[in-house]
């Protein structure tokens, strides 16, 4: 198991599991689309996920919700890359969350560190993007597009055709010459999958740990969880956590979530618990 991700000038250890914070700079978001469209409100939230600890932020600037339409290459970049201009100087590494090659080269170029890309590089010239940048790359599982995904979803063991998916994608990757500890892998939450298919992948991580890969657990706010709770999307607080901990729990080291601090704070009760150290060792590790 890769015990850190090399994201450029970055190096992210998993000696404890890592928080992604969510900035979603649109409209039409599935939980926070239209809060923090303006960069005045893009900055303030990214600086306060920041104060409350945030290992890495991911910014996108198109929803991927269930039927979100295409957004052109240059909607996309009047969105994202101011903002990461203005967090050039911070001190923790940014990922952006896209799947255009055009996107994906003026945000390395604006200081992005990590590639999100919930198609897995899969658009022509994607993979030429990031090859010689450096940057960490996070390889995301859809079946289907946004705009039909949800539709019907089907697979035979999802598990493991999930994985075996993304263990493909990585080959290619390496094979383009694209050093491994680049990587991380992401069974895709709710992208292409039934509310089963969701839990089914939740208890089946530990498939995931095996192909040797970082994962990451992106369940935050997400619509099995409201169908468990009957909960609305902004109510969902307790039920993400609960879905990060089991994430961490059978094996992944990133959680992407939209509640920085709370997620933190169950984590390291999380550590605690699970750990045989000191307090004062786990107080460190998280504080
Ligand atoms: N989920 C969303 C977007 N990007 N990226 C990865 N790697 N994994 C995920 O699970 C994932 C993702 C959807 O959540 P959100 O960004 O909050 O919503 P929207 O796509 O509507 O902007």
């Known amino acids: 198991m890769t015990s850190s991700w090399q994201c450029g000038r970055y190096r992210i250890s998993f000696d404890r599991p ?10 039409d978001s599935f939980s926070d689309g239209g809060r923090f469209w303006t960069l005045e409100a893009a900055l303030e939230r990214a600086r306060l996920m920041i104060e409350e600890g945030a290992d890495i932020l991911d910014i996108g600037g198109e929803s991927t919700r269930p039927g979100a339409p295409d957004v052109p290459a240059e909607v996309e970049l009047q969105r994202v890359i101011p903002v990461l201009r203005a967090l050039r100087d911070i001190r923790v590494p940014i990922s952006v969350d896209t799947s255009k090659p055009e996107v994906m080269r003026a945000a390395l170029e604006a200081g992005a560190s990590i590639i999100n890309d919930v198609r897995a590089l899969q658009l022509p010239g994607a993979i030429d993007e990031v090859r010689d940048s450096g940057c960490g790359i996070i390889l995301m ?32 990757l390496t094979n383009a010459g694209i050093d491994l500890p680049r990587i991380v892998l992401d069974p895709g939450f709710g992208f292409g999958k039934t509310h089963a298919h969701n839990l089914r992948l939740l208890r089946g991580l530990g498939r995931f740990v095996q192909t040797g890969s970082p994962t990451l657990a992106g369940l935050s706010r997400k619509s099995t969880l ?26 992944a080291q990133i959680v992407r979530v939209h509640d920085v601090a709370p997620t933190r704070d169950a984590l390291a009760v999380w550590s605690a618990v699970r750990s045989t150290r000191s307090i004062d060792e786990i107080k460190k590790e998280w504080n």
């Open 18 to 27: 890592r928080v992604m914070g969510v900035l979603n700079v649109t409209p």
């Open 141 to 172: 599982h859809m079946q289907g597009q946004p705009r039909t995904m949800q539709t019907q979803p089907h697979y035979g063991d999802v598990v493991e055709e999930v994985a075996a998916w993304l263990e493909d994608r990585r080959d290619i």
């Open 226 to 251: 409201g169908e468990i709770t009957g909960k609305d999307v902004g109510q969902r607080l307790g039920a993400s956590i609960a879905a990060s901990i089991a994430a961490v729990e059978w094996g």
